[in-house]
């Protein structure tokens, strides 16, 4: 009887990073679920480079570079780093399929040091804090060569220096050609790393905000 999300529009371009802001409620995570595969839309359309797209799975989302990082990282944690960053995607040796480990390590190596994370692609996820295991999940992002990485909440478990970090990274990204759609209650870190904010109040559209205009109370105004 509720309905989500009502003649929605968003855009984002290329290295931009874009804000997408509202109460809880508002349809933001629902909207990002469509546009990462993981919900169908009821209608309406999604467009990449300006060509209609079927986005039926997360699959599909990857291959046209939608990479979604979640709020709550779903995570082997048994697995190490290279594992973890070509999970479904081994590339195998030999007469029987084996996966071929020397590979995946050598191809993820320079993810790592792509993001700054000083750690070696054999270790085990359940031996990293959140943050780095954050990380992880953008390095995997980054070699499906995600062109939208979809960030939920991202800093709802990390400490004030990882956070500041991940907004650091988050820039790096967008000067590289990434764009990033970026939700949070925190805006105050939307002041600092958005280009643009589009805000959905009650599954609707509110507005939107340019750099120069992204302040706490403009945000807030539209959100309420």
Do not use: W
Not at 4 to 9: E, H, K, M, Q, R
Not at 43 to 55: A, F, L, S, T, Y
Request: hydrophobic share 40%; net charge negative.
């Amino acid at each position: 009887g509720v309905i989500a999300l009502d003649n929605v529009t968003v855009e984002v371009t290329k290295g931009e990073v874009l804000a997408l802001c509202g109460e809880n409620g508002a349809g933001k995570s629902t909207l990002m679920k469509i546009l990462g595969g993981v919900y169908q839309p009821d209608e309406g359309e999604i467009k990449v480079d300006g060509q209609p797209v079927k986005i039926a799975n997360v699959t599909d989302a990857m291959k046209y570079g939608i990479a979604f990082i979640h709020q709550e990282l779903n995570v082997l944690d048994n697995l190490d780093v290279a594992a973890t960053v070509f999970l479904g995607r081994e590339p195998r040796i030999g007469p029987f399929g084996l996966i071929d480990r020397k590979k995946i390590h050598a191809d993820t190596q320079p993810f790592l040091e792509r993001l700054g994370l000083n750690i070696s692609s054999r270790t085990r996820l359940d031996r990293l804090p959140i943050a780095q295991q954050q990380m992880v999940e953008i390095a995997k992002a980054l070699s499906l060569r995600a062109r939208i990485i979809i960030m939920d909440e991202p800093t709802s478990s990390l400490t004030l220096t990882e956070t500041e970090r991940l907004l650091e990274l988050t820039c790096e990204l967008s000067k590289q050609g990434v764009s990033v759609i970026y939700i949070s209650h925190r805006l105050g870190e939307i002041e600092n790393c958005a280009d643009r904010v589009a805000v959905l109040r009650d599954g609707k559209n509110a507005g939107q905000l340019s750099k120069d205009e992204i302040s706490h109370d403009h945000i807030v105004s539209l959100m309420v």
